[in-house]
């Protein structure tokens, strides 16, 4: 069939769905009349006309899977002026309406009329056109059955950058595999392994700041300083200073002003973040590469040289009151400094993180002054980034922080930090009625040995033996990565209904740490059953030696948390100046995975013993009558004291 020619028998009914379907494409189109909306045709009962309807519809669904309708090329019923597309389908429904048995052939004829008269209305639409140029439309012709459109249809042009002597049809299927780079695109330059150097690098400055990166590909970095400043370090009138001294971080400096610090970093995306913890303070920024040097600016003048302004002190002391009540109604960080505080007591790690809420009135200007500068030292301060060529971070970092304290004041140096010491058997107890518990847990309770420091060779049986355990809570969505297949999970969570949580913990320091596990029981049940049922897991793995797939299942979801945790830039940049603050070097992955794949059962049992020849620590929260003391759980690991771990830890 030649394109410019239409077939009767093709269209009795397809003209029809030709003209509805273009109807229907043209809502899409601003400014189109109202008829495409909610206008039907007569019902007509006659047997032709029911099998011309369903007709109809097959021939639409075949008309819109194919390349061409009728001749016409894909797309040109979308170009289709209202004015245009409405008398065509005017001129269907009456041709369809005055239908009935005696009448199919003229009917038929009919529509390919409207048909081919369509197509020529859309073939000089389809033609170029000048910017003014008004298209118009053909008058109907007299004779609609002998009427058919015989001029030849004429193709798009190909694209300017189609080759010589290509049609466009040749230039679609040439272009649509998306073999070939498109024209005028920059091509993506890809990352060359070779040049990436994976390595942390340190350098330490003339006036004693150590600068430490790792270079990460990819246009944003993280940037800030890690101080040896927390709230293990207080003691005395200063408890509770750091998280004022927190609150205090990018308030503006004698020599950059609270607005011109706002207004930099608004400049370079506002997104900075203060923290203190009970070793360390952390003042980070994340940016844009190119705003390095502004970025170390802003860092230097809040780190060594805050405002610290008496009106800013009275704001801050005032969200401070604030924080402490959100704290408050966290069970997760009430819980967390009462374990802490029943294991160390009122001294170096068990004190609180959150300033007392009698404490807060007592740090003034002076105070916070002289605490910053006994601790904000060069000595004590690591410049680290992720994301940044240390040759680059180093120049950057020399320029924002020249020759500090070496102005030839003397100061008095720091004497070494107390050691932290474990007690054991104290119990911490916060008693709550139920209602006033925003979890709605009847009680909450955890009990906790001593652990093992940053530096212990036993670090990674430890975290292998925290994952092993896992837990959760009573409902947990994801799957097996949340830990359903974790001992606690599938020994206390699935079998006892009323436990709401239970979870292992794991907090190391520098000197010191606390491993240990913790839950929650729903109205009705007690924390002292909870306890035994805790209590029983941990001295069934100090028993026996765990099963080598579920020994290897906690390994590679160590391994999994750690790397997806290392592809944050922030945990990047702290994990640099935590560890470099700590040991003066930073233990790479690779280092970390392979220690993590050497920890075997025997490894994981030593430790357990290792932390039962310590005594308990035991804290609770909410309905505590029925919780009995540390000294009546205790007595459960006796048999386990006195038999050293003689694996290697």
């Known amino acids: 069939m030649m394109p410019g020619t239409v077939s009767a028998a093709s269209v009795v009914a397809g003209a029809s769905a030709v003209v509805r379907s273009a109807g229907a494409r043209q809502r899409l189109v601003p400014g189109v009349a109202s008829w495409v909306s909610g206008r039907r045709p007569q019902k007509h009962h006659s047997s ?65 009329a409207a048909a081919a008269q369509q197509q020529k209305q859309q073939q000089s639409l389809a033609e170029p056109r000048h910017e003014n140029h008004t298209v118009q439309l053909d008058p109907m012709p007299e004779n609609l059955v002998t009427t058919t459109s015989t001029r030849e249809q004429r193709p798009p042009l190909p694209p300017a950058e189609a080759v010589e002597g290509e049609s466009t049809e040749e230039w679609l299927r040439r272009t649509a595999a998306l073999t070939q780079p498109f024209a005028g695109v920059p091509q993506s330059r890809h990352l060359d392994m070779n040049a990436y150097n994976p390595t942390t690098l340190i350098t330490t400055l003339a006036n004693g700041i150590r600068v430490a990166s790792l270079d990460v590909p990819g246009a944003m ?39 011109e610090m706002q207004s930099r970093l608004a400049r370079m995306g506002n997104n900075s973040m203060s923290s203190s913890s009970r070793e360390h303070a952390v003042y980070s920024l994340s940016i844009f590469k190119h705003d390095l040097q ?37 069970n997760d960080f009430t819980m967390t400094d009462l374990i802490h505080n029943a294991a160390y007591g009122d001294r170096t790690v068990g004190l609180p993180l959150s300033c007392p809420h009698d404490q807060v009135d007592k740090h003034t200007v002076a105070s916070m002054r002289a605490w910053m500068g006994r601790h904000y030292v060069p000595e004590r301060m690591v410049v680290a980034a992720a994301g940044v060529e240390h040759e680059v971070l180093v120049r950057a970092a020399e320029r924002a922080f020249p020759a500090l304290d070496r102005d030839g004041v003397a100061r008095e140096p720091l004497p070494p930090p107390e050691q932290a010491k474990y007690v054991g058997l104290e119990n911490r107890f916060l008693e709550m009625p139920p209602e006033a518990d925003p979890s709605g847990a009847a009680a909450q309770v955890a009990f906790c040995f001593e652990g093992v420091s940053w530096n212990d060779p036993g670090l990674y049986a ?69 306890m035994q049922t805790m209590a029983d897991e941990l001295h069934v793995l100090a028993e026996g030696l765990a099963p080598e797939p579920e020994l290897q299942r906690a390994k590679n979801m160590l391994k999994s948390m750690l790397l997806t945790n290392l592809e944050s830039r922030y945990i990047t940049f702290e994990e640099i100046g935590r560890q470099v603050l700590a040991q003066g070097y930073r233990v790479s992955p690779e280092e970390v995975i392979r220690n993590i794949d050497a920890v075997t059962a025997a490894d994981v049992r030593a430790v357990v013993r290792h932390m039962c020849q310590s005594p308990m620590s035991l804290a609770a929260m909410g309905d505590t009558t029925n919780i009995l003391g540390a000294d009546h759980y205790d007595p459960t690991f006796n048999d386990l004291r006195g038999t050293a771990a003689t694996a290697s830890r």
């Open 294 to 330: 502004e970025a170390l600016d802003v860092l230097a003048q809040t780190v060594r040289h805050p405002l610290l302004s008496e009106a800013e002190v009275v704001k801050q002391r005032q969200n401070v009151y604030v924080e402490i009540e959100e704290l408050a109604a966290r």
């Open 462 to 530: 430890i975290c292998v033996l925290q994952v092993l355990l896992g837990g959760g809570g009573s409902f947990t969505s994801g799957g097996p990565g949340k830990g359903m297949y974790s001992r606690i999970y599938q020994r206390v969570l699935n079998r006892a209904s009323w436990v709401d949580t239970c979870f292992a913990f794991n907090h190391c320091y520098l000197d010191t740490g606390i491993f240990g596990i913790q839950g929650s029981v729903v109205p009705g049940y007690t924390g002292h059953q909870l």
């Open 48 to 112: 032709a006309h029911a099998h011309a309807q369903r007709h109809t519809l097959a021939q639409q669904r075949r008309l819109l899977s194919t390349r061409s309708v009728c001749g016409v090329q894909p797309g040109v019923l979308t170009m289709a002026t209202p004015e245009a597309a409405a008398r065509a389908q005017q001129r269907s429904w009456r041709a369809l309406a005055t239908t009935s048995s005696s009448q199919a052939a003229t009917a038929a004829a009919t529509a390919a």
């Open 221 to 259: 970095a993280t940037v800030g300083v890690v101080v040896d400043s927390g709230t293990r370090m207080e003691s005395g009138a200063d408890v509770g200073i750091c998280h004022l001294i927190d609150r205090m971080a990018f308030k503006g400096s004698p020599d950059m002003p609270l607005e």
